[in-house]
């Protein structure tokens, strides 16, 4: 019994550690210090801020990308359309016909397009009642298509210069893009934990059915996510057709993909109601600069793939136990 | 289904004692069963009972004490081992698989198969037998278990027990959801098993069951054994009380104030929804309480989700101080000052893993908004001070919904309402799950809201919950309401009657509205 006694709170307070969203994010800090070291050990150029900084600009757009879905997941949904959502709004922005009126135009049609596809995406989700993972597929599916049928699947050079200088710009020696992105992060991060809007995100993806008895209008809110993640689609597009200086149908693939095991690592139930956004944007950074190591290392993507797919599954690991262990019923 | 008599109880525990984070779930609970009886396990919510059995069943692995089975030490460390020994337990959560027919769910575990094919037949042969054994032969086996009601659940349930041939089988608040003729039946099942030698664990909040069922009481208060092997048809109820509580109540309802006004707040007309109710009209004044009585199954929980907009009705009108209320819309409903406590708390009414004060903040929160700024804490003080008010125990605001009792999670529910300034009150079997103390307590909650001018549409099952509460009754069967009387003009037997149909020419038309 006395033994009893005291592993219990030994094991509670590791349990808490994880428990809360501080603790989990603590432990992706702690491995983003530690790919740190093996960069500092294994290159002699990781620690130089030109590479930090190519790291936080290759982070900005699949970054951008994880807020929007930070917000869906956490309200009990998927979206596995923002990558193509991204690839056709990069292509409509650029058209010859779009780019002729210039840049203002062009980024308001790559941000209409994305709030569009998610409005198409949250309708069919709430008064289509067709389940998210299916809606949000036939979305991407769609969505690749008509950017091909746009495209002529041929990649479209920008020619506007304020577009193609975006991704050039540095203020105080830090790329615009970084600065696109951690504004859409703070922007995100005040909605979610600042506002009404972000708190019914989490009782909606807590308890839908306690959510919507509370008198909270469930399908308008739900609606708005997948707006939301579809507008964080369209500011990304502008990212990497200025990034790319063109817009192309084959933009943004499998993105989604990363982007939900970003949100994964980053501690967000998959069925929704609890995570942090700070956990998502450091799941992104862990993930960037996995990639970072291994191109400056020389090793094969391959291998890569194989780290990041082994990082989801210990994050899960992770995740279960420590709800195992704070859920006593 | 025979067994040797075992010399001594067939189960003893000693001394239990079973940790959880920050909470000392049991605190040295003894349990002495012998094969045969009927020992009933009362106690108070989180006084340590669904701890005690999932001890029992192998789910939790007790810090200290012993448990000493037929004679023997034993340790049960997973559901196996205790399934293996012979402890069957039916939860009060159902652990069947919905999609699964009801015969595989019965030998879910233990399929009767050859060279490692299942024999479908000789499952649904044995489903068929022990669904006849307890008296609802009309279960078809091969029937998706999903599609069947509550109670029909249940009784699969303990045909699963049954099937195991197990020697003890703990039954957690098996009457919760079943009508006073199968909670009849069940008794019924429970008595042949016993005379098999069969020993049942029951637990139940309603004493009068535990009068007519029970052989020997074992009472539990905070973790701790209070009073073992008590006679459980001559201790008397205040006794019991007593020792639940630890103080003496009186089982009572707190006296009717006379209506505040003649206003008439809630006007529901010509209600219906095709296949579950029709043609449901009644009104509620300021001050008033009405109570819907019926069985489960007979449509009074589906009419209020209706009234409350939850549903579509298929016809008639829901007014709010003669003002017409957008139909199949709750938004609506609680703009206009509605509010529901659903029948299933869990999941229909909490965020388990927030905090009480959001919970209780929900519907409000945009009154503690700027332009949809939200502090984190800024809605924390005006919850509190309803929680407060309400002696939500324990006391802390920022305790997750999920670690407080059923009683307490209801009180968090009416706080809900109570902040959102509710004046239409809709409460779905407020007290299922909750005990004595808590009860009375939510009674006298409804009748002060009533007092204050709130109006109060109250569902329940328990027919003196609905007479000693509301002042007016209607009695819901099939889906019509039958009768409405004052409540001081019925009595329990009465109510009964109408309920069950055995109604005398005449009585079931209703006055009409």
Redesign the interface.
């Known amino acids: 019994?006395e033994r009893?006694?005291r592993e219990?709170?030994a094991?509670?307070r590791l349990?808490?550690l994880f428990d809360t969203g501080g603790g989990r994010n603590l432990g992706l800090v702690a491995v983003l210090v530690l790919l740190g070291v093996v960069g500092v050990v294994t290159t002699d150029t990781f620690l130089t801020t030109a590479n930090l900084l190519t790291v936080l600009t290759q982070a900005s757009i699949i970054g951008v990308l994880t807020v929007g879905m930070t917000f869906v997941i956490i309200g009990g949904g998927i979206d596995l359309s923002v990558g193509k959502v991204m690839a056709l709004a990069s292509v409509w922005c650029t058209t010859v016909a779009t780019q002729s009126f210039g840049w203002v135009v062009m980024i308001f049609c790559a941000l209409a397009v994305g709030v569009g596809a998610g409005l198409v995406n949250g309708l069919l989700i709430t008064y289509g009642r067709i389940v998210p993972f299916i809606a949000t597929l036939a979305m991407l599916i769609s969505a690749q298509g008509l950017a091909e049928q746009i495209s002529g699947r041929r990649s479209q050079i920008v020619t506007d210069p304020v577009i193609a200088g975006i991704a050039n710009t540095r203020l105080a020696g830090i790329p615009l893009l970084v600065y696109i992105f951690a504004a859409v992060v703070v922007v995100g991060w005040?909605v979610l934990?600042?506002?009404?809007?972000?708190?019914?995100t989490?009782?909606i993806g807590?308890?839908p059915?306690?959510?919507?008895?509370?008198?909270?209008?469930v399908r308008r809110h739900t609606i708005l996510l997948y707006v939301v993640s579809g507008l964080c689609a369209g500011i990304a597009a502008i990212m990497i057709a200025s990034l790319t200086t063109t817009g192309s149908s084959t933009h943004g693939t499998l993105y989604e993909l990363d982007a939900i095991a970003a949100v994964i690592i980053g501690g967000t139930l998959l069925t929704g109601?609890?995570g942090t956004l700070i956990g998502s944007i450091l799941g992104v950074l862990v993930f960037t600069t996995i990639t970072n190591l291994f191109i400056l290392n020389n090793l094969a993507t391959e291998v890569q793939n194989i780290a990041k797919g082994a990082l989801i599954v210990i994050a899960v690991l992770i995740q279960t136990r420590a709800q195992r262990?704070?859920?006593?019923? | 289904m025979t067994t040797a008599p075992t010399p001594g109880p067939l189960l003893a525990m000693r001394g239990i004692?079973k940790?959880?984070?920050?909470?000392r779930?049991l605190d040295g609970v003894d349990l002495d069963v012998t094969a045969g009886e009927v020992h009933c396990l009362l106690g108070q919510n989180g006084a340590g009972k669904?701890t005690l059995i999932?001890v029992l069943a192998g789910a939790h692995t007790p810090?200290?004490g012993e448990i000493v089975w037929a004679g023997r030490p034993v340790t049960f460390g997973s559901p196996q081992a205790a399934d293996a020994a012979g402890i069957a337990t039916i939860y009060q959560e159902l652990d069947l698989v919905p999609g699964l027919t009801v015969a595989e769910n019965v030998v879910l575990g233990h399929e009767p198969s050859r060279l490692g094919f299942s024999r479908l037949r000789a499952a649904d042969d044995k489903a068929r037998r022990l669904l006849r054994r307890l008296g609802h032969p009309e279960i078809p086996p091969r029937r998706e278990l999903g599609r069947l009601s509550a109670a029909g659940q249940q009784i699969v349930s303990m045909a699963r027990a049954l099937a195991k041939d197990a020697r003890l089988i703990v039954m957690d608040e098996p009457s919760a959801v079943l009508d006073p003729e199968e909670v009849q039946n069940l008794f019924r099942v429970i008595r042949e098993l016993t005379a098999d030698g069969v020993a049942v664990v029951y637990i139940s909040h309603r004493l009068e069951e535990i009068r007519e069922i029970g052989d020997r009481v074992t009472v539990l208060k905070d973790g701790r054994t209070v009073a073992r092997n008590l006679p459980a048809r001559t201790t008397p109820t205040a006794d019991v009380i007593r020792l639940m509580t630890g103080r003496t109540v009186e089982y009572a309802f707190p006296p009717r104030a006379a209506p505040v006004s003649d206003e008439v707040v809630l006007q529901v007309e010509g209600l219906s929804r095709t296949g579950e109710f029709r043609d449901v009209s009644f009104t509620v004044r300021a001050g008033e309480v009405v109570g819907l009585a019926g069985l489960v199954g007979s449509g009074r929980s589906e009419i209020v989700e209706t009234v409350?907009g939850?549903r579509r009705p298929s016809a008639g009108t829901v007014r709010v101080r003669g003002k017409r209320l957008r139909p199949g819309s709750?938004?609506a409903?609680?703009?206009a000052g509605m509010g529901?406590a659903?029948e299933e708390r869990k999941?229909?009414?909490?965020?388990?893993?927030?905090p009480v004060f959001?919970n209780v903040s929900?519907?409000a929160?945009?009154r503690f908004?700027t332009a949809?700024?939200?502090?984190?804490d800024a809605d924390l003080a005006a919850a509190a001070e309803i929680t407060g008010r309400l002696d939500v125990r324990p006391s802390d605001p920022r305790r997750p919904a999920?670690t407080l009792s059923g009683g307490n999670q209801q009180k968090v529910v009416l706080a809900?309402w109570l902040l959102q300034g509710c004046t239409v009150l809709l409460l779905d079997e407020p007290t299922r799950g909750v005990d004595v103390g808590a009860r009375s307590e939510i009674y006298a909650l409804v009748r002060r809201l009533a007092a204050q001018g709130a109006a109060i549409v109250l569902v329940s099952s328990e027919v003196p919950e609905v007479l000693g509460l509301a002042d007016r009754v209607l009695v819901v069967r099939e889906g019509r309401v039958v009768h409405e009387a004052p409540s001081g003009e019925l009595d329990e037997g009465r109510v009964l009657d109408l309920v069950m149909e055995a109604v005398p020419a005449g009585a079931a038309e209703r006055s009409g509205s």
Not at chain 1, 325 to 329: K, L, M, Y
């Open positions: 019994m009893a006694a219990e709170p094991r509670s349990a808490r005040v934990n600042r506002t009404t809007f972000g708190r019914r989490f009782a807590g308890n059915e306690a959510a919507r008895l509370a008198g909270l209008d109601g609890r262990s704070s859920g006593t019923g | 004692v940790q959880f984070p920050g909470v779930a669904s999932k810090d200290a409350y939850a709750v938004p409903a609680v703009r529901l659903p999941s229909q009414a909490l965020l388990l893993g927030e959001r929900l519907p929160m945009d908004a949809g700024f939200l502090g984190p999920r809900r």
